[in-house]
Structures are given as structure tokens and as C-alpha cells.
């Protein structure tokens, strides 16, 4: 058994029970122990589950050109932040700057890098990568710095927050809480239900306030750290953009009793999915699809105005990346390989079934009229416009 699953199961025996959103913050993150906190490396081929940028640059050249042109607009600032949560080892974030050295962009001599991430060891190997570019690479500011002009990003992080299971009963407020206990006869973990712990079913009241009643027995997942996390966005940035990445749907389809009455909420381990939320903490990934209209409403609250809902494809497709894709196919150092892998890794960025399908969130953020000029219709920021040929 992994240490962590032993010092939850403390816990649990200690508590009777504990909602799941604290059992996963302590299989994920528990100091040494949790999923995300060792040095073992979990996105990527050799670990337990793909990503966007782990599967190409392309996406983080995409951003790149948001980036460029948020910075334009905004009149060339003298210094413009990347702020990126759950930056891993900086795959995306080194694949924009590979970009922009490409392009030989001006954007580069303004750039300086902020990162929330969780894991010690990949932010000591995106430190080592920024300070091995030429020149040293951007500035590194610590998280938590006052805010600047720039850019914040996530990919796929919204959904390794903490959320709580709540399952639909005709208890008094219509719902229970799925918890976490232990089992008298075997022993293992096992599910409970109960009331949320004092505090929390307040914080989770209001969130709930506007969805209609859930199906007897059915399961729905909530995160009021993702919603406290899109509520403090609109601090980090003086004036810019925000853009949010991530396998999500709308609410109202998220509690669709007749497709979801099992909720999204999944365990990942070795690039295998299972509803098997409890077993071996520590070892396996834990996420539920986003729930955008609660990020969205969450941001807008916040302070931020919200740009566009779009998708990886429509986003990939607009972002003006077609210089980058010639390039690569046909440019001076183009390869049989490059060309290859650019093809291949497009067919699953853009396939709408696949990660094409995946949301894509843009706020803007500050009223100057910079930021307002970000928001234009007119003139739409790159990866905001709807696509003028079909997709792949
Ligand atoms: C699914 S991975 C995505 C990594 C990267 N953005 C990508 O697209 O390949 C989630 C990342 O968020 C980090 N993370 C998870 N919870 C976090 C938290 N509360 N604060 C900061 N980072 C966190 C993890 O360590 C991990 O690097």
C-alpha cells in the first residue's frame, strides 16, 4: 500500500468518512507522496495519460499567436507575462517560446514567465529548460507577483482540481454526498453517503442553487476549487488574455440524467480510464470532465469579460499557425519524419471526437482601451474566429 493510502485511510478512521474532493487533494498532492508529487513523470507516452502539448509543439505555437497579437494590441508593453498553471516541465510553454524565436518575434525580448505548478520536481525541470535557452530564456517571476500585462494559460489543469460527488436522493436539499470510508468487513475503501462537512455545504449551496433537481441515484461532480480558481483570474493580469484548455462540457449536459446519470469523474493510469476512483491512491490520476458554464460564470464574477467558447480544432484552425505547418512540411529543415508526426498529431488535435473536441475558454481581462481592442468582433484575436474552411 502507498503511503499516501495510508495516511488517508488515518484520516477516514479518524473522520468516519471524507468527501472525495479531500481524498483526491491528498492522492494527488499529498507533500512527497500524491500522484502529482513525486518525480515520477505522469503526462506524456512513457506515463499515464496525453496531452495537447505533449503530443506536438503545434499547440503551443497556436498560443504563441495569441500571445503575439494580445501583446500587440495592448501597444507592445515593456514586459508581458506567460502566467501558465500546471505548466509541467514547460512543454507548452517551451514550444511557444520555439515559436516565437522562430518567427524571431519581438514579443521574446518582453516575455517573462510566472508558473503555478504543483510538482517540485517538473518545475525544477522547467527552470533547468528556460535557463538552458540562449540568453538564459525569460525571466522566471515568482507566482504571486503583482499583476502585469500578459497572458494566462491552462491546459488541461481545471480538471485536476479537487471536486466533490454529489448523488441525487430525496434527502432534504435533494442530494447527498458520495464520501469516503472504509469498509467494517474488507477492509477497503469504499463509498458512503452522508452530509457535506459544516462549511462546505454552504460553499456548495449557491453553486447549486440554479441546477434543476438530479435523478434519483444519480452522480454529478462539483468543484468549487475550480470555481474559487476562475474567480481570482482576473488578478493576475493587469490587462490581457486568459486562455483555459480542457476536456469540459456545459452544466446543464454535464447533469443530463439520461446520458450521464454516472457523472464524468474517472481514475487514469498507463493511458487505461476507470470509473474506479479508489483504488490505489497515489498511483492514478483523478478528473471529471470541467463544468464550463460554472467556470465561465465563476471568471465573469471575477472580474473577467468573457471572449469566446470554442474547441481545440476551431481554435487550431484559426490561430494563424499555417506558416508554422508549412514549415514543417516543406521549410529548410522540414523531415519525412516532422512532416509525419505533424500529421498524425493534427488528426488527433482537430478530430472533434478526440482532443479537437476539447473547450477552449478566452477571456480578456483589464478595460484600458488596449484590452478593449482585444475584444473587438471586428478584428478577432487569433484562435477567436470561426473557422473558414472544414475541419479535418
Ligand atoms: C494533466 S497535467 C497537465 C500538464 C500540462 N499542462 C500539459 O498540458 O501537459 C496537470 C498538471 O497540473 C499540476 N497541478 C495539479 N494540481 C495543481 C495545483 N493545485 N496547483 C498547481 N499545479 C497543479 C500537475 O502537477 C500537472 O503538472
Redesign the pocket.
Known amino acids: 500500500m502507498e503511503e499516501v493510502e495510508r495516511l488517508i485511510r488515518e484520516e477516514v478512521q479518524r473522520e468516519g468518512s471524507i468527501s472525495f474532493a479531500r481524498f483526491m487533494?491528498r492522492a494527488?498532492?499529498e507533500p512527497g507522496l500524491g500522484?502529482?508529487?513525486t518525480a515520477q513523470r505522469?503526462?506524456?507516452r512513457s506515463g499515464d495519460?496525453m496531452?495537447?502539448?505533449?503530443l506536438h509543439p503545434i499547440l503551443g505555437a497556436a498560443i504563441a499567436q495569441l500571445a503575439a497579437a494580445t501583446w500587440e494590441r495592448l501597444g507592445r508593453p515593456a514586459t508581458f507575462r506567460w502566467r501558465?498553471?500546471?505548466?509541467?516541465?514547460g512543454?507548452?510553454l517551451l514550444a511557444a517560446l520555439d515559436h516565437l524565436a522562430r518567427e524571431g518575434h519581438p514579443l521574446l525580448d518582453a516575455l517573462e514567465v510566472s508558473v503555478?505548478?504543483?510538482?517540485p520536481y517538473?518545475l525544477a525541470d522547467l527552470t533547468a529548460a528556460l535557463a538552458a535557452l540562449p540568453g538564459g530564456g525569460p525571466p522566471l517571476v515568482a507566482a504571486g507577483s503583482p499583476p502585469a500585462a500578459g497572458i494566462v494559460?491552462?491546459?488541461?489543469?481545471a480538471?485536476?482540481?479537487?471536486f466533490h460527488i454529489v448523488v441525487g436522493r430525496a434527502a432534504p436539499g435533494g442530494f447527498a454526498e458520495r464520501r469516503v470510508s472504509i469498509d467494517p468487513v474488507t477492509n477497503v475503501l469504499t463509498w458512503a453517503e452522508g452530509a457535506p462537512d459544516p462549511g462546505v455545504a454552504e460553499r456548495l449551496a449557491p453553486l447549486m442553487a440554479s441546477w434543476p433537481p438530479l435523478a434519483e441515484g444519480q452522480l454529478a461532480e462539483l468543484s468549487p476549487?475550480t470555481a474559487d480558481?476562475a474567480h481570482g483570474l482576473s488578478g493576475e493580469l493587469t490587462e490581457g488574455v486568459v486562455i483555459v484548455?480542457d476536456y469540459g462540457r456545459e452544466g446543464a449536459i454535464l447533469r443530463d440524467a439520461t446520458s450521464r446519470m454516472a457523472g464524468t469523474a474517472l481514475a487514469y493510469q498507463g493511458h487505461r480510464a476507470t470509473a474506479d476512483l479508489l483504488s490505489e491512491p497515489g498511483s492514478r490520476?483523478l478528473?471529471a470532465h470541467v463544468d464550463l458554464t460554472l467556470l465561465r460564470a465563476a471568471a465573469v464574477a471575477g472580474g473577467l469579460r468573457h471572449l469566446t467558447s470554442t474547441n481545440q480544432a476551431k481554435f487550431l484552425a484559426t490561430a494563424g499557425v499555417d506558416g508554422e505547418v508549412a514549415r514543417t512540411r516543406t521549410g529548410p529543415a522540414a523531415t519525412l519524419e516532422g512532416a509525419i508526426a505533424l500529421r498524425s498529431a493534427l488528426a488527433q488535435l482537430m478530430d472533434p471526437r478526440r482532443m479537437g473536441g476539447f473547450a477552449v475558454e478566452v477571456f480578456v481581462a483589464g478595460s484600458s482601451p488596449g484590452a478593449n481592442a482585444l475584444a473587438d468582433p471586428a478584428s478577432p484575436l487569433p484562435g477567436t474566429a470561426a473557422p473558414n474552411r472544414p475541419l479535418v
Open positions: 487533494g494527488l498532492l500522484y502529482y508529487a505522469r503526462a506524456g495519460f496531452t495537447a502539448p505533449e501558465e498553471y500546471g505548466a509541467g516541465e512543454t507548452l503555478s505548478e504543483a510538482n517538473r494559460v491552462a491546459n488541461e489543469f480538471d485536476a482540481l479537487p476549487a480558481w484548455l490520476d478528473t
